[in-house]
Protein backbone atom coordinates (compact mmCIF):
# COMPACT_ATOMS: atom_id res chain seq x y z
CA UNK A 1 0.00 0.00 0.00
CA UNK A 2 0.92 3.45 -0.70
CA UNK A 3 0.09 6.52 1.67
CA UNK A 4 -1.60 8.96 -0.39
CA UNK A 5 -2.17 12.81 0.91
CA UNK A 6 -4.26 15.58 -1.03
CA UNK A 7 -3.92 19.29 -1.00
CA UNK A 8 -4.52 22.40 -2.88
CA UNK A 9 -8.46 22.73 -2.37
CA UNK A 10 -10.48 25.42 -1.88
CA UNK A 11 -13.51 28.15 -3.74
CA UNK A 12 -13.08 29.53 -6.78
CA UNK A 13 -15.51 31.37 -9.08
CA UNK A 14 -16.90 29.33 -11.69
CA UNK A 15 -14.23 29.57 -14.95
CA UNK A 16 -11.32 30.59 -12.71
CA UNK A 17 -8.29 27.18 -11.98
CA UNK A 18 -7.07 25.25 -9.23
CA UNK A 19 -4.50 22.57 -8.89
CA UNK A 20 -4.54 19.54 -6.71
CA UNK A 21 -1.50 17.70 -5.54
CA UNK A 22 -1.40 14.65 -4.15
CA UNK A 23 1.80 13.16 -2.23
CA UNK A 24 2.74 9.12 -2.03
CA UNK A 25 4.63 7.37 -0.03
CA UNK A 26 5.73 4.37 1.38
CA UNK A 27 6.33 2.03 -1.89
CA UNK A 28 7.90 2.89 -4.97
CA UNK A 29 5.99 5.78 -6.80
CA UNK A 30 6.87 4.93 -10.22
CA UNK A 31 5.30 1.73 -10.28
CA UNK A 32 1.55 3.37 -9.85
CA UNK A 33 -1.24 4.45 -12.04
CA UNK A 34 -2.53 7.41 -10.40
CA UNK A 35 -6.18 8.42 -10.71
CA UNK A 36 -8.08 11.23 -9.56
CA UNK A 37 -11.93 10.84 -8.45
CA UNK A 38 -14.49 13.29 -7.12
CA UNK A 39 -17.85 12.70 -5.60
CA UNK A 40 -20.48 14.94 -5.24
CA UNK A 41 -22.86 15.16 -2.82
CA UNK A 42 -25.72 12.01 -3.29
CA UNK A 43 -23.85 11.30 -6.15
CA UNK A 44 -21.41 8.07 -7.03
CA UNK A 45 -17.60 8.41 -6.63
CA UNK A 46 -16.59 9.35 -10.32
CA UNK A 47 -13.59 8.64 -12.57
CA UNK A 48 -11.74 12.39 -13.55
CA UNK A 49 -8.26 11.30 -14.56
CA UNK A 50 -5.16 8.76 -14.64
CA UNK A 51 -1.94 8.74 -15.46
CA UNK A 52 -0.56 5.42 -16.34
CA UNK A 53 2.93 3.96 -14.56
CA UNK A 54 4.15 3.02 -17.46
CA UNK A 55 4.92 5.79 -20.15
CA UNK A 56 2.80 8.61 -18.50
CA UNK A 57 -0.29 7.94 -20.47
CA UNK A 58 -3.06 10.15 -19.52
CA UNK A 59 -6.66 9.62 -19.53
CA UNK A 60 -9.90 11.85 -18.96
CA UNK A 61 -13.42 12.01 -18.30
CA UNK A 62 -15.37 13.54 -21.25
CA UNK A 63 -16.41 15.80 -18.76
CA UNK A 64 -13.07 17.50 -17.82
CA UNK A 65 -11.54 16.84 -21.44
CA UNK A 66 -9.38 20.19 -22.23
CA UNK A 67 -10.03 21.45 -19.22
CA UNK A 68 -8.27 19.51 -16.79
CA UNK A 69 -4.69 18.17 -16.54
CA UNK A 70 -3.02 15.40 -15.20
CA UNK A 71 0.70 14.92 -14.46
CA UNK A 72 3.10 13.28 -12.20
CA UNK A 73 6.93 13.91 -11.11
CA UNK A 74 8.17 10.30 -9.92
CA UNK A 75 11.18 12.30 -8.36
CA UNK A 76 9.02 13.91 -6.00
CA UNK A 77 6.02 11.25 -5.46
CA UNK A 78 3.63 13.75 -6.29
CA UNK A 79 1.15 13.96 -8.86
CA UNK A 80 -0.85 17.19 -9.91
CA UNK A 81 -4.29 18.26 -11.26
CA UNK A 82 -4.40 21.19 -12.99
CA UNK A 83 -7.95 21.81 -13.42
CA UNK A 84 -9.24 24.97 -15.80
CA UNK A 85 -12.05 26.75 -16.48
CA UNK A 86 -14.08 25.18 -13.58
CA UNK A 87 -17.49 25.08 -13.59
CA UNK A 88 -19.92 24.69 -10.97
CA UNK A 89 -20.85 21.00 -11.54
CA UNK A 90 -16.97 20.43 -10.97
CA UNK A 91 -17.92 20.95 -6.76
CA UNK A 92 -17.00 17.62 -5.35
CA UNK A 93 -14.57 16.46 -3.28
CA UNK A 94 -11.55 14.93 -5.10
CA UNK A 95 -9.29 12.20 -4.46
CA UNK A 96 -6.16 10.98 -5.39
CA UNK A 97 -6.05 7.28 -5.87
CA UNK A 98 -3.32 4.55 -6.75
CA UNK A 99 -2.98 0.90 -8.53
CA UNK A 100 -0.18 -0.61 -8.59
CA UNK A 101 1.30 -2.15 -11.43
CA UNK A 102 -2.19 -0.98 -13.68
CA UNK A 103 -3.26 -2.87 -16.30
CA UNK A 104 -6.95 -2.52 -16.79
CA UNK A 105 -8.85 0.56 -18.79
CA UNK A 106 -11.93 0.44 -16.90
CA UNK A 107 -10.81 2.73 -14.32
CA UNK A 108 -13.25 2.00 -12.15
CA UNK A 109 -12.82 2.97 -8.39
CA UNK A 110 -12.56 -0.48 -7.24
CA UNK A 111 -9.29 -0.85 -9.51
CA UNK A 112 -7.64 1.55 -6.90
CA UNK A 113 -6.45 0.13 -3.91
CA UNK A 114 -4.99 2.71 -1.74
CA UNK A 115 -6.69 6.39 -1.12
CA UNK A 116 -6.36 9.56 0.49
CA UNK A 117 -8.60 11.26 2.48
CA UNK A 118 -10.09 13.69 -0.29
CA UNK A 119 -9.59 17.74 -0.47
CA UNK A 120 -13.10 19.83 -1.24
CA UNK A 121 -13.59 21.53 -4.13
CA UNK A 122 -16.24 24.05 -4.35
CA UNK A 123 -16.63 26.21 -7.32
CA UNK A 124 -19.28 29.52 -7.18
CA UNK A 125 -21.25 30.53 -10.17
Known amino acids: QVQLVESGGGLVQAGGSLRLSCAASGRTFSAYTMGWFRQAPGKEREFVAAISWIFGRTYYADSVKARFTVSRDNAKNTVYLQMNDLKSEDTAVYYC??????????????????WGQGTQVTVSS
Open 97 to 114: AAAEYYRGSSYSPSDFGS
